[in-house]
């Protein structure tokens, strides 16, 4: 699979405000970067080139993420996924929304809906689509400015919610953290075999 390039955004930063679970012990930038260098190395294994966009701490502005995927995937067959945790209320609490989703712009292409969908098909697989009702097509549309930023295909995910203790656990574990990743990179294979 060469002049392939799959850049993986591994959500928020340290000091991101909130983006935890209620009792401190998930934190989304710290999970993000552990699911995206897991994810890089999946796929490398796999023979797929995968690239962390924010190899740093630190919380990038999106106008500079968006700057470094457009610069990265020039000239390549290039898709970015956006890892992120999703969160019901303002992390103070748990609630009980849980579960995996995709999300892309609204004026996405049919190459982001396509490898949405099969992300959102490997979810329900491993039956991790929780409570939310999804839409029909498999996922999401949000006017998010890291899908919308870049000129090749663009997936956000938000893999489980860190304010539902199920999902909170799941994520911590080995096995989800497994899951997750292999969601993800299954999709990701099956997305560039399609061609």
């Known amino acids: 699979m060469d002049k392939i390039l799959v850049i993986v955004d591994n959500g928020h ?14 934190r989304e930038y710290d999970w993000c970067r552990k699911a995206a260098r897991r994810l890089c190395g999946e796929l490398g294994r796999r023979g797929v080139e995968a690239v962390l966009l924010v190899p740093e701490d630190a919380d990038i502005a999106l106008s500079e993420r968006c700057r470094r995927a457009r610069n990265l995937g020039s000239g390549r067959r290039a898709v970015l996924v956006s890892l992120h945790c999703n969160a019901a209320g303002n992390g103070k609490e748990w609630l009980g929304a849980s579960g995996w989703s995709a999300f892309v712009a609204p004026e996405a292409g049919v190459e982001s809906r396509r490898l949405a969908a099969l992300m959102n098909a490997g979810a329900r ?19 998010l400015a890291i899908c919308r930023g870049v000129p090749f295909a663009a997936v956000l995910t938000e893999n489980m919610f860190q304010d539902n203790r199920s999902d909170a656990a799941f994520l911590m574990s080995e096995r989800g953290l497994e899951e997750i990743v292999a969601l993800h990179a299954d999709a990701i294979c099956e997305y560039y075999e399609g061609e």
Do not use: H
Request: aromatic share 6%; glycine share 18%; proline share 15%.
């Open 125 to 143: 697989r491993r039956g991790l689509l929780g409570n939310r009702c999804t839409p029909p097509c498999g996922y999401w549309t949000a006017p």
């Open 13 to 26: 930063g340290a000091e991101t405000p909130g983006k935890r679970s209620p009792d401190g012990r998930l």
